[in-house]
């Protein structure tokens, strides 16, 4: 029986200029449930995800999420039902509770204190550091602070593109746990780009595999080790040598 999906891609292509970069899409990320998404650099992956909460639009096809074409969505109200974490963590010069509320002030809205206390503690970060400047933070704090913010919104999908490719081993280990208890807390869905395939195996329930703007295979993670196409098997081995 197939999962209700919380994003389905049917036959979606995308063009940069002349370059296509994604090809015939059709896939979906089951509602509930992590899947990371893996591939080779300029595989699309970043592309796609920009897709599930309307950054970009595609050229052919049909995006629905939660059921809804995405054209049909108003933006803001998608982008905080599918929010989105980056690598950099980007950060405004000011406190942390500044960068915080950011998304809300920018729409002439407040946040409370008490929600902003609880969710900065639910990341592992003590309730002082809402008063601490930005540019004081650890890359791993960093990560925290902007899984926060985006959970502050309260989104139903969390979209997380390589979000621990520039930490420590220290830190990585931290965000891979507060993803994981985000899950189990709140059973979010997840759509985690990540280019460490043992990550990929040992957080996500599904995989999707991308090379060079297609979905070669989707499926339970542990298609990694178990693939019987040749390209994902040739992927897997040239990430691991």
Same mark, same amino acid.
């Given at each position: 029986?197939?999962?209700?999906?919380?994003?389905?891609?049917?036959?979606?292509?995308?063009?940069?200029?002349?370059?296509?970069?994604?090809?015939?899409?059709?896939?979906?990320?089951?509602?509930?449930?992590?899947?990371?998404?893996?591939?080779?650099?300029?595989?699309?992956?970043?592309?796609?995800?920009?897709?599930?909460?309307?950054?970009?639009?595609?050229?052919?096809?049909?995006?629905?999420?939660?059921?809804?074409?995405?054209?049909?969505?108003?933006?803001?109200?998608?982008?905080?039902?599918?929010?989105?974490?980056?690598?950099?963590?980007?950060?405004?010069?000011?406190?942390?509770?500044?960068? &915080?509320?950011? =998304?809300?002030? @920018?729409?002439?809205? !407040?946040?409370?204190?008490?929600?902003? *206390?609880?969710?900065? $503690? %639910? +990341?592992?970060?003590?309730?002082?550091?809402?008063?601490?400047?930005?540019?004081?933070?650890?890359?791993?704090?960093?990560?925290?602070?902007?899984?926060?913010?985006?959970? &502050?919104?309260? =989104?139903?999908? @969390?979209?997380?593109? !390589?979000?621990?490719?520039?930490?420590? *081993?220290?830190?990585? $280990? %931290? +965000?891979?746990?507060?993803?994981?208890?985000?899950?189990?807390?709140?059973?979010?869905?997840?759509?985690?780009?990540?280019?460490?395939?043992?990550?990929?195996?040992?957080?996500?329930?599904?995989?999707?595999?991308?090379?060079?703007?297609?979905?070669?295979?989707?499926?339970?993670?542990?298609?990694?080790? %178990?693939?019987?196409?040749?390209?994902?098997?040739?992927?897997?081995?040239?990430?691991?040598?």
């Amino acid at each position: 029986m197939e999962r209700e999906a919380a994003i389905e891609f049917t036959d979606v292509s995308m063009k940069r200029g002349e370059q296509e970069v994604l090809k015939g899409i059709t896939g979906y990320f089951p509602k509930g449930k992590i899947t990371t998404l893996v591939g080779p650099s300029g595989a699309g992956k970043s592309t796609l995800l920009k897709l599930c909460n309307g950054l970009l639009s595609p050229n052919t096809g049909e995006i629905l999420v939660l059921g809804k074409n995405v054209e049909e969505w108003e933006p803001v109200e998608l982008r905080t039902r599918a929010s989105m974490a980056l690598q950099s963590a980007p950060m405004i010069s000011g406190t942390v509770e500044e960068n &915080l509320t950011l =998304p809300y002030a @920018l729409q002439g809205a !407040e946040v409370d204190v008490e929600k902003m *206390r609880k969710v900065i $503690q %639910e +990341v592992g970060l003590d309730s002082d550091y809402l008063q601490r400047d930005s540019r004081d933070l650890s890359g791993g704090q960093r990560q925290k602070v902007s899984i926060a913010r985006t959970l &502050l919104m309260e =989104p139903e999908i @969390l979209l997380l593109d !390589e979000i621990t490719s520039a930490l420590d *081993r220290v830190s990585r $280990q %931290e +965000v891979e746990e507060l993803i994981a208890h985000i899950h189990k807390t709140f059973g979010t869905t997840i759509i985690w780009i990540t280019h460490n395939l043992e990550q990929a195996e040992r957080i996500g329930h599904y995989t999707w595999v991308m090379i060079d703007g297609q979905l070669i295979e989707q499926g339970e993670s542990s298609l990694l080790n %178990e693939s019987t196409d040749a390209a994902v098997q040739q992927f897997v081995r040239g990430t691991n040598s």
